[in-house]
């Protein structure tokens, strides 16, 4: 799956780009718009975003799950060792599968306040009125996409997260 971004300067661009969208059968779910004025485009059905697609608190719980794990794991095994009667195999397991949730715990408290590398970039736009569209689309599909909304909406900037973003954003977004 692919996420693209879609910064359309008004409401009315917005709702007319997520019909075309749908009538190329992109389903509702996976739809998603940011703004500061929409609630009228949530009367009209369009999806509004949530904190899975405008934070990072997906990518952070993975994090914490798998930091979470392997401390836990270590730990697992220090505690054995520090415990003598203890089975090495279900401390380890045991204190890693702790650690795991725990980690999911903790990620998912520090990615719910950090933004999305593109909603944190296109912040300002949507202050001052703009709309963000986030699609999720698969692969093969997204040139297709693309190029219909640039066709009939040029004045809309079409945006993905790049690797390189991604390196520079480690820990602070999508």
């Given at each position: 799956m692919q996420r693209l971004?879609?910064?359309?300067?008004?409401?009315?661009?917005?709702?007319?780009?997520?019909?075309?969208?749908?009538?190329?059968?992109?389903?509702?779910?996976n739809l998603h718009v940011v703004g500061k004025d929409w609630k009228p485009l949530e009367k009209e059905g369009v999806p509004i975003a949530t904190l899975v697609?405008?934070?990072?608190v997906v990518n952070a719980s993975k994090r914490g799950a798998i930091v979470g794990a392997?401390?836990?794991?270590?730990?697992?095994?220090?505690?054995?060792y520090v415990l003598i009667d203890t089975n090495i195999v279900w401390m380890a397991l045991g204190m890693a599968v702790f650690g795991a949730l725990f980690g999911v715990w903790a990620g998912t408290m520090v990615g719910v306040s950090v933004k999305d590398i593109k909603v944190d970039k296109y912040d300002k736009a949507i202050k001052r009125g703009a709309m963000l569209l986030i699609i999720d689309i698969p692969d093969e599909r997204e040139e297709a996409y693309r190029e219909v909304i640039k066709r009939h909406h040029p004045e809309v900037v079409i945006d993905k997260v790049k690797p390189q973003e991604r390196k520079q954003h480690v820990g602070e977004g999508h």
């Open positions: 971004y879609f910064l359309i300067p008004d409401k009315e661009t917005t709702t007319d780009i997520v019909n075309e969208l749908n009538m190329m059968g992109l389903a509702k779910d697609q405008t934070s990072d392997v401390l836990g794991l270590v730990l697992g095994v220090i505690a054995h």
